[in-house]
């Protein structure tokens, strides 16, 4: 048997709060005695890394493609969320006070009956699954990243969207209390809430996740907590995180970047290499952790679930 001399499930304690450190020995001692000893190799690796303790149920991802994943550490401690702070490396920090609890999700606008999801009730009626996808920020990095979701496709059919609607218009929550960048006013970094926009086809393809978290437990803070979009064949700012509304609507939605900079980024978004952004170059990125440069994918690597959305559109015009 395998004798563990330090308590692997716990991180240091500057690194949690006493609510997380609490939940985290719950999850665990739910696992039981006999499980403890059964995975305690597997205990011993999740701490080497600090990942927490799975507490999502899920269908593990085949990773057909054979991925290489990034780690947890490199996914959670590089974040961009503009409602907290620029500082890709900061975020965590500022983060980790974030109050998730009793979430809910407005369904609004073209649906049979407009309704507010409570977010833990949802849950239970959603079985979740693994999704091993690539990540790539129109910045020039990139990650894998084993997110847990649904398809928002099964939420769509869940709630309903009259023929007419043609978009899908998503919200982050708007709190100044809660994110600092919010409460500077006028001179908040961007305008908020942060809104993205999907085409109805692009909403319902199979690749289109509504993820609730990463390695097995549910999404950190910095990541997007409690439930984000993630939409792996465009640019990262598409995943929007922290949603709070989901509207269906028939005129295409203005999103956050493009109403920052419409000249630099678009509706669509894409990963395409060979499109440039008018500042750089985006035949390449770096992937997190690696010193050399790979090449970009057309589509991010997933243009055979989905360059039929797009055939007979000029992708150099819509960006
Ligand atoms: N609400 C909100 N969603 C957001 C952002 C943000 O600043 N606010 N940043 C976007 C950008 S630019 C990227 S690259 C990804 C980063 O996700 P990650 O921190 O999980 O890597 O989130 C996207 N979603
Ligand atoms: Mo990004």
Redesign the pocket.
């Given at each position: 048997m395998k004798i563990i001399k330090k308590p692997s499930w716990q991180l240091n304690e500057n690194e949690v709060t006493p609510k997380e450190l609490f939940d985290k020995r719950r999850n665990f001692l739910k696992l039981g005695a006999a499980s403890l000893v059964a995975s305690g190799a597997i205990l011993e690796t999740l701490a080497k890394d600090n990942i927490p303790i799975k507490n999502l149920d899920f269908i593990k991802d085949k990773n057909l493609n054979n991925l290489k994943l990034n780690t947890y550490e490199q996914?959670t401690t590089?974040?961009?969320?503009?409602?907290f702070t620029t500082s890709?490396t900061r975020?965590k920090d500022l983060a980790r006070t974030f109050d998730t609890s009793n979430w809910t999700i407005d369904i609004d606008g073209l649906v049979e009956k407009e309704m507010t999801l409570d977010l833990d009730d949802l849950m239970k009626t959603m079985s979740l699954e693994e999704r091993i996808y690539r990540?790539r920020?129109?910045?020039g990095w990139s990650?894998v990243?084993p997110w847990i979701g649904f398809t928002l496709k099964d939420l769509i059919k869940k709630v309903k969207p009259l023929s007419k609607a043609k978009y899908v218009r998503f919200e982050?929550l708007l709190d100044e209390e809660q994110f600092p960048d919010q409460a500077r006013g006028i001179f908040a970094t961007?305008k908020y809430?942060?809104v993205?926009g999907l085409r109805m086809d692009e909403a319902m393809n199979d690749l289109t996740l509504m993820a609730v978290g990463l390695y097995g437990s549910k999404m950190p803070n910095?990541?997007?907590a409690p439930i984000?979009l993630i939409v792996p064949w465009k640019?990262?700012?598409?995943?929007?995180?922290?949603i709070v509304r989901i509207s269906f609507v028939e005129e295409q939605p203005v999103n956050?970047?493009q109403e920052q900079n419409s000249r630099e980024y678009g509706f669509y978004a894409n990963v395409n290499p060979n499109v440039d952004h008018p500042r750089w170059s985006q035949k390449r990125e770096r992937v997190l952790g690696k010193f050399f440069k790979q090449d970009t994918l057309m589509f991010n690597g997933y243009e055979k679930e989905v360059a039929h959305l797009y055939k007979g559109m000029d992708l150099r015009k819509f960006i």
């Open positions: 996914i590089y974040n961009n969320f503009y409602e890709k975020v990540f920020c129109v910045e990650m990243v982050t961007i809430p942060y993205e910095q990541n997007g984000r640019y990262g700012f598409k995943s929007i995180k922290s956050s970047w």
